[in-house]
Nanobody, 126 residues
Framework: QTRLVESGGSLVQPGGSLRLSCTSS????????VAWFRQAPGKEREGVSA???????YYSDSVKGRFTASRDNAKNTVTLQMSSLKAEDTGIYYC????????????????????WGQGTQVTVSS
């Protein structure tokens, strides 16, 4: 059974950078899109990015130009490089894989994804 594990969350100052990783254990992500979501206190979980099998990525408008997702299929890992961080980027970041293999990417919706990780906390504050 696939299990995804996020890491790399931390406290960072506004304008800073952070790199998150999502690694799969027990399952091959190759044929699935992998998405990053985040959830701020009191808010719904929102899609941040979705990366398909060949590395193409869709980004939400709120992070476009600041975040870059990439994947290493050999290592079953997807990373999210975040730069120019803002206070509104604060939240718990989760990764998940698409329920359907080879699904087209777009703004990721939580109901379309499964095998959620436990999340990693990102706090942007001075």
């Amino acid at each position: 059974q696939t299990r995804l594990v996020e890491s790399g969350g931390s406290l960072v100052q506004p304008g800073g950078s952070l790199r998150l990783s999502c690694t799969s254990s027990g399952g091959d992500l190759y044929y699935f899109s992998v998405a990053w979501f985040r959830q701020a206190p009191g808010k719904e979980r929102e899609g941040v990015s979705a990366t398909n099998t060949d590395g193409r990525t869709y980004y939400s408008d709120s992070v476009k130009g600041r975040f870059t997702a990439s994947r290493d299929n050999a290592k079953n890992t997807v990373t999210l490089q975040m730069s120019s961080l803002k206070a509104e980027d604060t939240g718990i970041y989760y990764c998940a894989r698409s329920k359907i293999p080879l699904a087209p990417i777009g703004l990721p919706r939580p109901n379309d994804y499964t095998d959620w990780g436990q999340g990693t906390q990102v706090t942007v504050s001075s």
